[in-house]
Each structure stands twice: as structure tokens, then as C-alpha cells.
């Protein structure tokens, strides 16, 4: 998954979510495939992370996640600073869905509210790979979408046409 860098611009994205949901684990599973669960985890203060992304046209983007500290439920904020920097789609990762036992939020639950909020939600497990890529492939495919054509209204004169393209 992971290539030579390329050309133009670096998307940024946000990781955030409650202390010891498993956001570190995620990024590293899915850009070094390298997860070991009995390694000792320690909180995150903040780290940079860069790899290069499948999207879905067969292409790749350069991507820096941004991973935050844990969030406290009594203090469910995202800083400021990040929001300026991180581009718009919104993703939803529901971790550790291999431990139905203890899960946190129910899925119909978690399904009625993504709906609400019109974001899109991915159950995961950050012990499993595969089940993050749909979701990074989506996600990166959203922030760099295929460049489209605007269309000005026909111009000229009358009884004579013509319509101007311009590819953005």
C-alpha cells in the first residue's frame, strides 16, 4: 500500500477519540501492518504520521494523520489548531469490534447517529488490517477527488452558440 510519494499536495487528517480507544494502534496497523497487541501502550501526546494512500481510481495520495491525545469524556473537544489544519470528510471507525463483549456503543446506536450526522461509519478492529482499508481508501478518495469540469452557460450571440470548459 504504501509507494513513492506523489506529486502535489499533502492532505491532513485528524485522529481524535477517547483515551485508549485505539487510534495509534490504527494509523500504525495500517501504515506499517505491524500491530502488537501485548506491547505496553502508552498515551499519546501527539505524533505526525505520513504515508501514501490507495484511492479508489487506482491512483495514490500523500497523507499526514495528525494523531491526538486521548480525549477524556468530561473534556470532548478537538484544539482548535487541528481543525484549521484538517481538510472536510468526516470518517467514523468504530474500534475493537472483535470484542463484541465490551463494547461501548451499541450498533444500532452507532448507526442511527452516524446517519444523523451524515458521516459514514466503519466497524474495524485494529488487530485486523483488512478491515481498515475501506475505510482509509474512502476516506482519501474524498479528500482528493478526480478533477472535474465546470460548465459556463452558453455564450454568444443570439441564434449562435458556444459553451466554454474549464477543467479545475
Given amino acids: 500500500m504504501l509507494r513513492s510519494v506523489p506529486p502535489g499536495k499533502t492532505s491532513k487528517v485528524i485522529v481524535c477519540g477517547y483515551e ?9 496497523q495500517l501504515i506499517y501492518g505491524n500491530l502488537h497487541l501485548e506491547k505496553p501502550i502508552h498515551p499519546t501526546i501527539e505524533d ?6 490507495d484511492n479508489d481510481r487506482g491512483g495514490k495520495e500523500k497523507i499526514c494523520f495528525y494523531d491526538t491525545a486521548g480525549m477524556k469524556p468530561s473534556h470532548c473537544e478537538v484544539p482548535r489548531a487541528y481543525l484549521t489544519a484538517a481538510d472536510v470528510p468526516i470518517i467514523v471507525l468504530g474500534n475493537k469490534v472483535d470484542k463484541q463483549k465490551d463494547r461501548q ?7 442511527n447517529w452516524a446517519l444523523r450526522e451524515k458521516v459514514k461509519l466503519y466497524e474495524v478492529s485494529a488487530a485486523e488490517r483488512r478491515s481498515l482499508l475501506d475505510p482509509f481508501i474512502f476516506l ?8 472535474g ?3 459556463f452557460p452558453q ?14
Fill in 105 to 111: 456503543v451499541e450498533v444500532d446506536k452507532a448507526k
Fill in 149 to 151: 469540469k465546470s460548465g
Fill in 48 to 53: 505526525v504520521y505520513c504515508a501514501i494512500i
Fill in 20 to 28: 485508549g480507544c485505539g487510534k495509534t494502534s490504527i494509523i500504525e
Fill in 140 to 147: 482519501t478518495s474524498k479528500m482528493n477527488p478526480p478533477p
Fill in 155 to 168: 455564450l454568444g450571440r443570439k441564434g449562435r452558440s458556444s459553451s466554454v470548459t474549464m477543467e479545475l
